[in-house]
């Protein structure tokens, strides 16, 4: 199991093959999938940021990502 961060009502965590995030809101009894279309050439999420307003990833490609809607998308922090 990924690295978790609580987000309001949620919690967030890596995927088990860490191309994007899972969450669940009843803690941790169901867990869903949130992340959509994950890019293959971002690598895996190695760490989760609560960056206030997004999320931010850092990726084992070494870029540094992020989401403005709990990890439905992902773009790349330039």
Known sequence: M???ISRGK???RIK???KGVD???DGGQ???GRTTGWVSGFGEITDLIDGGD????QTSTGRLLYSENNGDTWREKR
């Open 2 to 4: 990924g690295q978790m």
């Open 10 to 12: 949620e919690v967030l």
């Open 16 to 18: 088990e093959d860490g």
């Open 23 to 25: 969450y669940t809101n």
């Open 30 to 32: 169901n867990w869903f």
């Open 54 to 57: 997004e999320i931010l990833a």
